[in-house]
Protein backbone atom coordinates (compact mmCIF):
# COMPACT_ATOMS: atom_id res chain seq x y z
CA UNK A 1 0.00 0.00 0.00
CA UNK A 2 1.35 3.55 -1.13
CA UNK A 3 1.67 5.79 1.54
CA UNK A 4 0.87 9.95 1.23
CA UNK A 5 3.40 12.04 1.10
CA UNK A 6 1.95 13.84 4.26
CA UNK A 7 -0.04 12.69 6.95
CA UNK A 8 -2.24 14.85 9.28
CA UNK A 9 -1.26 13.90 13.00
CA UNK A 10 -2.50 14.80 16.29
CA UNK A 11 0.60 14.48 19.38
CA UNK A 12 -0.55 13.74 23.05
CA UNK A 13 -0.28 17.42 23.80
CA UNK A 14 -2.58 18.51 21.22
CA UNK A 15 -0.55 19.89 18.74
CA UNK A 16 -1.55 19.51 15.06
CA UNK A 17 1.46 18.64 12.30
CA UNK A 18 1.79 17.23 8.89
CA UNK A 19 3.82 14.83 8.74
CA UNK A 20 6.15 14.56 5.84
CA UNK A 21 6.40 10.67 4.88
CA UNK A 22 8.95 10.60 1.75
CA UNK A 23 12.45 11.65 1.32
CA UNK A 24 13.92 14.92 1.09
CA UNK A 25 15.77 15.17 -2.39
CA UNK A 26 16.17 18.45 -4.33
CA UNK A 27 14.01 20.08 -2.14
CA UNK A 28 10.98 17.99 -2.96
CA UNK A 29 9.31 15.20 -0.28
CA UNK A 30 9.23 11.90 -3.21
CA UNK A 31 8.60 8.59 -2.86
CA UNK A 32 11.14 5.34 -2.34
CA UNK A 33 11.30 3.71 -5.84
CA UNK A 34 10.51 0.49 -4.12
CA UNK A 35 8.17 1.74 -2.04
CA UNK A 36 9.56 0.46 1.40
CA UNK A 37 8.70 2.36 4.51
CA UNK A 38 9.84 2.37 8.00
CA UNK A 39 7.41 2.44 11.34
CA UNK A 40 7.85 4.62 14.19
CA UNK A 41 6.74 3.18 17.54
CA UNK A 42 6.11 5.56 20.31
CA UNK A 43 8.49 4.23 23.08
CA UNK A 44 5.94 5.48 25.97
CA UNK A 45 2.78 3.50 24.54
CA UNK A 46 4.60 0.74 21.64
CA UNK A 47 2.07 2.11 19.11
CA UNK A 48 3.17 3.43 15.91
CA UNK A 49 3.63 7.10 15.48
CA UNK A 50 3.47 7.23 11.51
CA UNK A 51 5.23 5.34 8.87
CA UNK A 52 7.92 6.90 6.46
CA UNK A 53 9.69 5.76 3.23
CA UNK A 54 12.71 4.18 3.33
CA UNK A 55 15.27 4.48 1.09
CA UNK A 56 17.62 1.68 -1.02
CA UNK A 57 20.43 1.81 -3.00
CA UNK A 58 18.74 3.59 -6.32
CA UNK A 59 17.12 6.49 -3.93
CA UNK A 60 20.81 6.47 -2.71
CA UNK A 61 21.83 7.55 -5.56
CA UNK A 62 19.14 9.68 -6.71
CA UNK A 63 20.28 11.82 -3.82
CA UNK A 64 23.57 12.02 -4.35
CA UNK A 65 23.13 12.80 -7.86
CA UNK A 66 21.14 16.09 -6.49
CA UNK A 67 23.50 16.88 -4.54
CA UNK A 68 26.44 16.42 -7.17
CA UNK A 69 24.80 18.73 -9.59
CA UNK A 70 23.86 21.06 -6.45
CA UNK A 71 27.38 21.45 -5.61
CA UNK A 72 28.79 23.02 -8.89
CA UNK A 73 27.01 26.28 -8.16
CA UNK A 74 26.57 26.05 -4.05
CA UNK A 75 30.60 25.53 -3.80
CA UNK A 76 30.83 28.90 -5.13
CA UNK A 77 28.20 31.05 -2.74
CA UNK A 78 29.79 33.50 -0.84
CA UNK A 79 30.49 32.78 3.38
CA UNK A 80 28.02 36.14 3.53
CA UNK A 81 25.23 34.04 1.41
CA UNK A 82 25.52 30.57 3.30
CA UNK A 83 26.18 32.54 6.81
CA UNK A 84 22.36 34.43 6.15
CA UNK A 85 20.97 30.99 5.39
CA UNK A 86 22.31 29.40 8.07
CA UNK A 87 20.78 32.11 10.43
CA UNK A 88 16.99 31.72 8.99
CA UNK A 89 17.35 28.15 9.48
CA UNK A 90 18.31 29.28 13.46
CA UNK A 91 15.54 31.92 13.32
CA UNK A 92 12.92 29.55 12.29
CA UNK A 93 13.67 26.51 14.84
CA UNK A 94 13.57 29.58 17.70
CA UNK A 95 10.82 30.91 16.60
CA UNK A 96 9.05 27.02 16.74
CA UNK A 97 10.84 25.62 19.42
CA UNK A 98 7.80 24.26 21.09
CA UNK A 99 6.49 22.75 17.87
CA UNK A 100 9.68 21.51 17.00
CA UNK A 101 10.17 20.46 20.68
CA UNK A 102 6.79 18.31 20.25
CA UNK A 103 8.27 16.86 17.59
CA UNK A 104 11.27 15.73 18.74
CA UNK A 105 9.53 14.21 21.87
CA UNK A 106 6.89 12.57 20.40
CA UNK A 107 9.19 10.98 17.95
CA UNK A 108 12.13 9.92 20.36
CA UNK A 109 10.46 9.23 23.65
CA UNK A 110 12.59 12.15 25.70
CA UNK A 111 10.59 14.48 28.01
CA UNK A 112 9.18 17.23 25.95
CA UNK A 113 9.72 20.18 28.42
CA UNK A 114 12.95 18.58 30.36
CA UNK A 115 14.40 17.55 27.57
CA UNK A 116 13.55 17.97 24.16
CA UNK A 117 12.82 21.59 24.23
CA UNK A 118 16.51 21.90 25.35
CA UNK A 119 17.67 20.18 22.31
CA UNK A 120 15.81 22.61 19.68
CA UNK A 121 18.33 25.15 21.73
CA UNK A 122 21.12 23.43 20.78
CA UNK A 123 20.07 23.29 17.41
CA UNK A 124 19.79 26.82 17.37
CA UNK A 125 23.21 27.66 19.07
CA UNK A 126 24.90 25.38 16.28
CA UNK A 127 23.56 27.04 13.31
CA UNK A 128 24.46 30.56 14.66
CA UNK A 129 27.51 29.71 15.87
CA UNK A 130 28.79 28.20 12.35
CA UNK A 131 26.87 30.90 10.71
CA UNK A 132 29.21 33.26 12.45
CA UNK A 133 31.83 30.78 10.89
CA UNK A 134 30.76 30.82 7.08
CA UNK A 135 32.71 33.92 5.92
CA UNK A 136 35.67 33.54 7.96
CA UNK A 137 37.44 29.71 6.39
CA UNK A 138 40.65 31.30 4.90
CA UNK A 139 44.13 30.16 4.11
CA UNK A 140 47.77 31.77 4.65
CA UNK A 141 50.17 33.05 2.53
CA UNK A 142 53.54 31.57 3.04
CA UNK A 143 56.63 32.97 1.65
CA UNK A 144 60.39 31.53 2.62
CA UNK A 145 62.16 32.87 -0.07
CA UNK A 146 61.86 36.42 -1.87
CA UNK A 147 61.13 33.98 -5.46
CA UNK A 148 58.59 32.10 -4.47
CA UNK A 149 55.96 32.66 -2.48
CA UNK A 150 52.86 29.93 -1.47
CA UNK A 151 49.35 30.59 -0.22
CA UNK A 152 46.58 28.13 0.59
CA UNK A 153 42.80 27.68 0.55
CA UNK A 154 40.32 25.66 1.96
CA UNK A 155 37.94 24.30 -0.14
CA UNK A 156 34.68 22.59 0.70
CA UNK A 157 35.36 18.53 0.29
CA UNK A 158 31.94 18.03 -1.96
CA UNK A 159 28.84 15.73 -0.82
CA UNK A 160 28.80 14.75 2.87
CA UNK A 161 27.28 11.84 3.67
CA UNK A 162 26.35 12.13 7.52
CA UNK A 163 24.69 9.50 9.43
CA UNK A 164 22.72 10.42 12.70
CA UNK A 165 21.85 8.50 16.19
CA UNK A 166 17.92 8.10 17.58
CA UNK A 167 19.12 9.47 20.94
CA UNK A 168 19.60 13.28 19.73
CA UNK A 169 17.84 13.48 16.24
CA UNK A 170 17.91 16.94 15.88
CA UNK A 171 20.85 18.09 18.16
CA UNK A 172 22.91 15.72 16.00
CA UNK A 173 21.94 16.37 13.01
CA UNK A 174 22.28 20.26 13.64
CA UNK A 175 26.40 19.27 14.64
CA UNK A 176 26.69 17.99 11.33
CA UNK A 177 24.74 20.16 9.22
CA UNK A 178 26.06 23.11 9.75
CA UNK A 179 29.60 23.12 9.77
CA UNK A 180 29.58 21.42 6.72
CA UNK A 181 27.26 24.05 5.29
CA UNK A 182 28.75 26.79 6.72
CA UNK A 183 32.35 25.21 4.56
CA UNK A 184 30.21 25.09 1.35
CA UNK A 185 29.58 21.00 1.19
CA UNK A 186 26.17 19.39 -0.02
CA UNK A 187 24.59 16.76 2.14
CA UNK A 188 23.06 13.73 2.12
CA UNK A 189 21.30 12.26 5.90
CA UNK A 190 20.12 9.71 6.37
CA UNK A 191 18.16 9.73 9.37
CA UNK A 192 18.05 6.88 12.11
CA UNK A 193 15.35 3.92 11.48
CA UNK A 194 14.50 4.26 15.11
CA UNK A 195 13.61 8.38 14.82
CA UNK A 196 13.18 9.33 11.38
CA UNK A 197 10.53 11.81 11.96
CA UNK A 198 11.27 14.99 13.63
CA UNK A 199 13.98 15.43 10.42
CA UNK A 200 12.06 15.34 7.80
CA UNK A 201 9.79 18.60 9.82
CA UNK A 202 13.17 20.23 9.92
CA UNK A 203 14.17 19.32 5.93
CA UNK A 204 11.18 21.73 5.31
CA UNK A 205 12.90 24.66 6.47
CA UNK A 206 15.97 24.86 4.14
CA UNK A 207 13.58 24.98 1.65
CA UNK A 208 11.50 27.94 3.14
CA UNK A 209 14.74 29.62 3.80
CA UNK A 210 16.01 29.73 0.37
CA UNK A 211 18.61 26.75 0.29
CA UNK A 212 18.87 25.75 -3.39
CA UNK A 213 17.94 22.70 -4.45
CA UNK A 214 19.88 19.26 -3.94
CA UNK A 215 22.27 21.29 -1.09
CA UNK A 216 20.76 19.64 2.32
CA UNK A 217 18.75 15.83 1.41
CA UNK A 218 17.77 13.81 4.23
CA UNK A 219 16.37 10.40 4.02
CA UNK A 220 14.89 7.41 5.65
CA UNK A 221 16.35 4.17 5.66
CA UNK A 222 18.18 1.23 7.29
CA UNK A 223 21.48 1.18 8.22
CA UNK A 224 22.48 -1.87 6.45
CA UNK A 225 20.77 -0.70 2.89
CA UNK A 226 21.04 3.19 2.87
CA UNK A 227 23.82 3.38 4.88
CA UNK A 228 25.64 0.74 3.18
CA UNK A 229 24.67 2.80 0.10
CA UNK A 230 26.17 5.58 1.05
CA UNK A 231 29.56 4.85 2.61
CA UNK A 232 30.12 2.79 -0.90
CA UNK A 233 29.40 5.07 -3.14
CA UNK A 234 32.55 6.59 -5.08
CA UNK A 235 30.89 10.15 -5.31
CA UNK A 236 30.46 10.81 -1.77
CA UNK A 237 33.87 12.57 -0.43
CA UNK A 238 33.26 11.81 3.65
CA UNK A 239 31.07 9.95 5.70
CA UNK A 240 30.30 11.91 9.45
CA UNK A 241 28.88 9.08 11.70
CA UNK A 242 27.71 9.41 15.21
CA UNK A 243 25.95 6.15 17.10
CA UNK A 244 27.81 2.90 18.53
CA UNK A 245 31.03 1.58 18.05
CA UNK A 246 30.38 -1.46 16.18
CA UNK A 247 27.99 0.30 13.93
CA UNK A 248 31.48 2.99 13.22
CA UNK A 249 33.55 -0.26 12.48
CA UNK A 250 31.50 -1.05 9.55
CA UNK A 251 31.16 2.51 8.30
CA UNK A 252 34.81 2.78 8.92
CA UNK A 253 35.48 -0.82 6.50
CA UNK A 254 32.72 0.32 3.81
CA UNK A 255 34.46 3.88 3.50
CA UNK A 256 37.63 2.78 2.76
CA UNK A 257 37.55 1.08 -0.20
CA UNK A 258 36.85 4.30 -1.80
CA UNK A 259 39.25 6.55 0.38
CA UNK A 260 36.85 9.01 1.74
CA UNK A 261 37.52 10.40 4.62
CA UNK A 262 35.63 9.94 8.07
CA UNK A 263 34.54 11.53 11.41
CA UNK A 264 33.31 8.47 13.86
CA UNK A 265 31.64 9.73 17.38
CA UNK A 266 30.94 6.54 19.04
CA UNK A 267 30.48 4.96 22.05
CA UNK A 268 31.95 5.96 25.63
CA UNK A 269 32.08 4.56 29.29
CA UNK A 270 33.34 7.95 30.83
CA UNK A 271 34.12 7.88 34.48
CA UNK A 272 33.48 10.56 36.85
CA UNK A 273 35.75 10.91 39.99
CA UNK A 274 35.25 12.31 43.12
CA UNK A 275 37.85 13.20 45.92
CA UNK A 276 37.30 13.31 49.39
CA UNK A 277 37.37 16.83 49.24
CA UNK A 278 35.13 17.75 46.77
CA UNK A 279 31.88 19.68 47.33
CA UNK A 280 29.55 16.57 47.31
CA UNK A 281 26.26 18.14 46.85
CA UNK A 282 27.40 19.52 43.35
CA UNK A 283 29.27 16.17 43.04
CA UNK A 284 25.63 14.43 43.39
CA UNK A 285 23.80 16.46 41.15
CA UNK A 286 26.24 16.70 38.23
CA UNK A 287 26.91 12.43 38.72
CA UNK A 288 22.72 12.44 38.38
CA UNK A 289 22.57 14.68 35.54
CA UNK A 290 25.25 12.72 33.75
CA UNK A 291 23.91 9.30 33.43
CA UNK A 292 20.23 10.16 33.73
CA UNK A 293 19.31 12.80 31.46
CA UNK A 294 18.15 11.62 28.46
CA UNK A 295 17.37 8.16 29.74
CA UNK A 296 20.86 7.23 29.77
CA UNK A 297 21.00 7.41 26.55
CA UNK A 298 23.92 9.61 26.15
CA UNK A 299 27.42 8.45 24.44
CA UNK A 300 29.16 10.32 26.86
CA UNK A 301 27.47 9.61 29.77
CA UNK A 302 29.61 9.19 33.44
CA UNK A 303 28.17 5.64 33.66
CA UNK A 304 31.01 5.14 36.09
CA UNK A 305 31.51 6.58 38.89
CA UNK A 306 34.43 6.51 41.43
CA UNK A 307 34.04 7.79 44.92
CA UNK A 308 37.02 7.77 47.58
CA UNK A 309 36.63 5.37 50.36
CA UNK A 310 35.91 7.71 52.89
CA UNK A 311 32.98 9.24 51.61
CA UNK A 312 31.58 6.59 49.45
CA UNK A 313 28.61 5.77 51.16
CA UNK A 314 27.79 8.73 52.14
CA UNK A 315 27.65 9.19 48.33
CA UNK A 316 25.62 6.92 47.39
CA UNK A 317 22.78 7.77 50.31
CA UNK A 318 23.12 11.05 48.77
CA UNK A 319 22.89 10.17 44.88
CA UNK A 320 20.26 7.32 45.88
CA UNK A 321 17.82 9.99 47.70
CA UNK A 322 18.50 13.00 44.60
CA UNK A 323 17.16 10.38 42.12
CA UNK A 324 14.30 9.37 43.58
CA UNK A 325 13.12 12.97 44.50
CA UNK A 326 14.33 14.61 41.75
CA UNK A 327 14.31 12.26 38.36
CA UNK A 328 10.23 11.48 38.25
CA UNK A 329 9.44 8.73 35.49
CA UNK A 330 6.98 9.58 33.45
CA UNK A 331 5.75 9.78 29.47
CA UNK A 332 7.25 12.20 27.27
CA UNK A 333 4.18 14.97 27.75
CA UNK A 334 4.53 15.21 31.65
CA UNK A 335 5.49 18.09 31.98
CA UNK A 336 7.54 17.68 35.12
CA UNK A 337 8.90 14.50 34.30
CA UNK A 338 12.66 14.30 33.82
CA UNK A 339 12.93 10.34 33.29
CA UNK A 340 11.23 8.86 29.73
CA UNK A 341 11.38 5.47 28.55
CA UNK A 342 13.87 4.01 26.19
CA UNK A 343 13.83 4.77 22.66
CA UNK A 344 12.43 1.03 21.66
CA UNK A 345 11.41 -2.25 22.71
CA UNK A 346 15.09 -3.51 21.11
CA UNK A 347 16.77 -1.20 23.42
CA UNK A 348 15.09 -1.20 26.56
CA UNK A 349 15.61 -5.24 26.80
CA UNK A 350 19.15 -4.62 26.12
CA UNK A 351 19.81 -2.75 29.34
CA UNK A 352 17.46 -4.96 31.38
CA UNK A 353 19.50 -7.74 30.01
CA UNK A 354 22.84 -5.18 31.79
CA UNK A 355 20.93 -5.29 34.69
CA UNK A 356 20.43 -8.98 34.98
CA UNK A 357 24.14 -9.12 34.21
CA UNK A 358 25.26 -6.69 36.71
CA UNK A 359 23.08 -8.76 39.62
CA UNK A 360 24.13 -12.28 38.43
CA UNK A 361 28.07 -10.51 38.68
CA UNK A 362 27.69 -9.76 42.24
CA UNK A 363 26.95 -5.81 42.08
CA UNK A 364 24.72 -4.10 44.76
CA UNK A 365 21.75 -2.76 43.81
CA UNK A 366 21.37 0.56 45.71
CA UNK A 367 18.51 1.97 43.56
CA UNK A 368 15.97 0.60 40.65
CA UNK A 369 17.28 -2.34 38.80
CA UNK A 370 13.89 -3.64 36.76
CA UNK A 371 11.39 -2.23 34.58
CA UNK A 372 9.15 0.21 35.48
CA UNK A 373 5.94 -1.35 35.18
CA UNK A 374 3.64 1.07 36.83
CA UNK A 375 0.22 2.12 35.79
CA UNK A 376 0.14 3.40 32.22
CA UNK A 377 4.06 2.74 32.36
CA UNK A 378 3.51 -0.88 31.68
CA UNK A 379 2.44 0.11 28.10
CA UNK A 380 5.85 2.13 27.34
CA UNK A 381 9.83 0.75 27.36
CA UNK A 382 10.13 2.18 30.81
CA UNK A 383 13.20 1.13 33.26
CA UNK A 384 13.51 2.50 36.79
CA UNK A 385 16.78 4.92 37.00
CA UNK A 386 19.47 2.13 38.32
CA UNK A 387 22.77 2.63 40.59
CA UNK A 388 24.90 -0.11 41.28
CA UNK A 389 27.35 -0.23 43.67
CA UNK A 390 30.37 -2.56 44.86
CA UNK A 391 31.53 -3.18 41.10
CA UNK A 392 34.83 -4.54 40.09
CA UNK A 393 36.53 -3.03 37.24
CA UNK A 394 36.57 -6.80 35.18
CA UNK A 395 31.98 -6.78 36.02
CA UNK A 396 30.57 -6.32 31.83
CA UNK A 397 28.45 -3.42 33.51
CA UNK A 398 31.57 -1.69 34.32
CA UNK A 399 33.35 -2.44 30.78
CA UNK A 400 30.72 -2.36 28.31
CA UNK A 401 28.67 0.51 26.93
CA UNK A 402 24.50 -0.14 28.74
CA UNK A 403 23.29 2.84 26.95
CA UNK A 404 20.11 3.24 29.57
CA UNK A 405 19.80 5.19 32.98
CA UNK A 406 22.21 2.67 34.56
CA UNK A 407 25.13 3.68 36.90
CA UNK A 408 27.86 1.31 38.22
CA UNK A 409 29.51 2.87 41.99
CA UNK A 410 32.81 1.63 42.80
CA UNK A 411 35.69 3.28 45.58
CA UNK A 412 39.31 4.16 45.61
CA UNK A 413 41.63 5.08 47.90
CA UNK A 414 44.80 7.30 46.07
CA UNK A 415 44.39 9.37 43.21
CA UNK A 416 46.49 6.63 40.80
CA UNK A 417 43.80 3.85 41.45
CA UNK A 418 41.36 6.45 40.57
CA UNK A 419 42.97 7.00 37.03
CA UNK A 420 43.84 3.25 36.51
CA UNK A 421 40.39 2.82 37.01
CA UNK A 422 39.58 5.27 35.08
CA UNK A 423 41.55 4.39 31.83
CA UNK A 424 40.81 0.44 32.19
CA UNK A 425 38.53 0.22 29.65
CA UNK A 426 38.33 0.39 25.45
CA UNK A 427 36.45 4.13 25.49
CA UNK A 428 37.65 7.22 26.03
CA UNK A 429 35.36 9.95 25.24
CA UNK A 430 33.95 12.11 28.13
CA UNK A 431 35.10 12.34 31.98
CA UNK A 432 34.81 13.80 35.07
CA UNK A 433 36.56 15.26 38.08
CA UNK A 434 34.97 16.53 41.06
CA UNK A 435 37.91 18.09 43.37
CA UNK A 436 38.48 21.07 45.22
CA UNK A 437 42.14 21.00 44.70
CA UNK A 438 42.60 22.29 40.74
CA UNK A 439 46.35 21.54 40.49
CA UNK A 440 45.16 17.95 41.53
CA UNK A 441 42.53 18.33 39.01
CA UNK A 442 44.77 19.34 36.21
CA UNK A 443 47.24 16.40 36.53
CA UNK A 444 44.47 14.08 36.92
CA UNK A 445 42.57 15.70 33.57
CA UNK A 446 46.23 15.77 31.69
CA UNK A 447 46.48 11.64 32.50
CA UNK A 448 42.46 10.68 31.61
CA UNK A 449 42.67 9.18 28.17
CA UNK A 450 39.47 10.74 26.84
CA UNK A 451 38.66 13.61 24.44
CA UNK A 452 37.47 15.51 26.34
CA UNK A 453 37.94 15.66 30.79
CA UNK A 454 35.12 17.98 32.78
CA UNK A 455 36.41 19.84 35.92
CA UNK A 456 33.31 19.46 38.73
CA UNK A 457 30.62 19.14 36.21
CA UNK A 458 29.39 16.60 33.67
CA UNK A 459 28.19 16.57 29.95
CA UNK A 460 28.79 19.84 29.69
CA UNK A 461 28.86 19.94 26.16
CA UNK A 462 29.21 23.57 24.53
CA UNK A 463 28.73 24.28 20.39
CA UNK A 464 32.30 26.39 20.63
CA UNK A 465 34.23 23.48 22.15
CA UNK A 466 35.78 20.33 19.95
CA UNK A 467 33.77 16.84 20.89
CA UNK A 468 35.07 13.67 19.91
CA UNK A 469 36.73 10.68 21.67
CA UNK A 470 39.84 8.47 21.53
CA UNK A 471 40.42 4.54 21.50
CA UNK A 472 37.31 3.11 20.49
CA UNK A 473 35.55 6.30 21.18
CA UNK A 474 35.76 7.26 17.46
CA UNK A 475 37.98 9.66 15.16
CA UNK A 476 37.83 13.15 14.34
CA UNK A 477 35.95 16.08 16.39
CA UNK A 478 32.86 17.62 15.67
CA UNK A 479 31.87 21.30 17.46
CA UNK A 480 34.00 24.68 17.53
CA UNK A 481 36.94 25.49 14.52
CA UNK A 482 37.93 21.90 14.98
CA UNK A 483 34.57 20.64 14.03
CA UNK A 484 34.68 23.03 10.79
CA UNK A 485 38.22 21.76 9.49
CA UNK A 486 36.97 18.34 9.11
CA UNK A 487 34.62 19.74 6.27
CA UNK A 488 37.62 21.54 4.35
CA UNK A 489 40.97 20.70 2.58
CA UNK A 490 43.23 22.82 2.17
CA UNK A 491 44.87 23.50 -1.30
CA UNK A 492 48.63 24.69 -1.71
CA UNK A 493 49.33 26.81 -4.83
CA UNK A 494 53.02 27.82 -5.28
CA UNK A 495 53.71 30.76 -7.22
CA UNK A 496 56.98 31.36 -8.85
CA UNK A 497 57.99 34.98 -8.41
CA UNK A 498 61.88 34.31 -9.39
CA UNK A 499 63.72 33.44 -12.94
CA UNK A 500 62.62 29.63 -15.03
CA UNK A 501 65.40 27.50 -14.15
Known sequence: MSLPLTVDVTLPDGTKIEQPTGLFINNEFVKSKNGNTIDSINPSTGEVNASVYAAEDEDVTIAVNAAKTAFKSWKKSTGVERGILLNKIADKLEEQRDYFGSIEAWDSGKTKEQNAVYDIDECV??????????????????????????????????????????????????????????AGNVIVLKTSEITPLSLLHVAKLFKE?????????????????????????????????????????????????????????CGGKSPLIIRADADLDQAVKWAAIGIMSNQGQICTATSRIYVQETIYEKFLDLLSKHVKEDYKQGTMFEEDAVVGPQVSEQQRDKVLNYIDIGKKEGARVVLGGEANTEGDLSKGFFIKPTIFADVKPNMRIVQEEIFGPVVSVGKFSTDEEALELANNVSYGLGSAIFTKDLVVAHTMASEIEAGMVWINSSNDSDVHIPFGGVKLSGVGRELGEYGLTMYTQPKAIHVNLGNVL
Not at 137 to 157: F, M, R, S
Not at 232 to 245: C, E, L, R, Y
Request: glycine content about 10%.
Open 125 to 182: SCFRYYAGWADKITGKVIQNDPKKLAYTVHEPLGIIGQIVPWNYPLAMAAWKLAPALA
Open 209 to 265: VGFPPGVVNIISGYGKTAGTALCVNPDVAKIAFTGSTATGKLISKAASDTMKAVTLE
